[in-house]
């Protein structure tokens, strides 16, 4: 079963603007991640964030995590033509649940040139 | 370097026929995943491994899917007397250890 939901479910915006994503989860994870995936390829880790974090930055990315509200986003900056791909957030609760990623449904961003 | 690589990348199948879907993971890494997607969601968690020990099959839909990492290496996740319902994107993963988890190409399975 999907943790995760994210929203919105899809996302049209032009080259150079900002997009922003997010993701809410049900259950106390150890950390979240994001990954992309573009159309017919395999899905590509982003960025991790650990649950004593509350805020990330690799690159035009930045990622903030409230556990306490159990949400994170996702900023892409000056969004490119080439970040047109679906993202997805995934939990990772450790414990019981030791090396299982959950998954939400994701969000479509466009990114028109 | 080499990614996780999978094999093959589109299988189709007649209902009722047995499949094995087969993952090459990152040289040296302990941890190796399977997960389904289908189409408009996310993956979803079917099975993991560290080394050849299977660690977690709490995912797997029923007992007609089974899979195994004999070597610690290549994986077989095997689907037998498949149904149309088990048409899908096969995901495998790897990682050196848990966390950050390295995703191959996938095998799209299609059941007839």
């Known amino acids: 079963s999907q943790q995760g939901e994210e929203d919105p479910q899809a996302l049209s915006i032009q080259e150079g603007e900002n997009a922003t994503m997010n993701c809410s989860y049900k259950?106390?994870?150890?950390?979240l991640q994001w990954y992309r995936q573009n159309s017919g390829r395999g899905l590509v880790h982003l960025i991790l964030?650990?649950?004593?974090?509350r805020e990330k930055h690799s690159g035009r990315l930045r990622v903030t995590l409230d556990t306490s509200k159990k949400s994170s986003s996702l900023l892409i900056t000056a969004s490119r033509a080439a970040d047109t791909a679906s993202y997805f957030c995934?939990?990772?609760?450790?414990?019981?649940?030791?090396?299982?990623?959950?998954f939400g449904q994701g969000t479509i961003l466009t990114v028109h040139p | 370097g080499a990614g996780v690589s999978q094999s093959p990348r589109y299988k189709v199948t007649k209902r009722g026929q047995d499949v094995a879907l087969r993952c090459d993971p990152i040289?040296?890494?302990?941890?190796l995943y399977w997960y389904r997607q289908a189409l408009g969601q996310g993956p979803e968690f079917l099975t993991y491994?560290?080394?050849?020990?299977?660690?977690?099959k709490s995912g797997l839909p029923n007992d007609r899917f089974s899979a195994e990492r004999p070597e610690g290496s290549i994986s077989t996740l095997t689907i037998q007397r498949t149904e149309q319902r088990d048409s899908a994107m096969y995901r495998c993963?790897?990682?050196?250890?848990?966390?950050?988890?390295?995703f191959g190409p996938g095998t799209r399975l299609l059941v007839l």
């Open positions: 993963a790897s990682s050196p250890w848990e966390e950050t988890q390295y």
């Open positions: 259950t106390s994870i150890n950390n």
């Open positions: 964030i650990r649950s004593n974090e």
């Open positions: 995934a939990t990772y609760a450790g414990g019981t649940s030791y090396g299982k990623l959950t």
């Open positions: 040289s040296g890494h302990v941890s």
């Open positions: 491994f560290n080394y050849e020990a299977q660690q977690d």
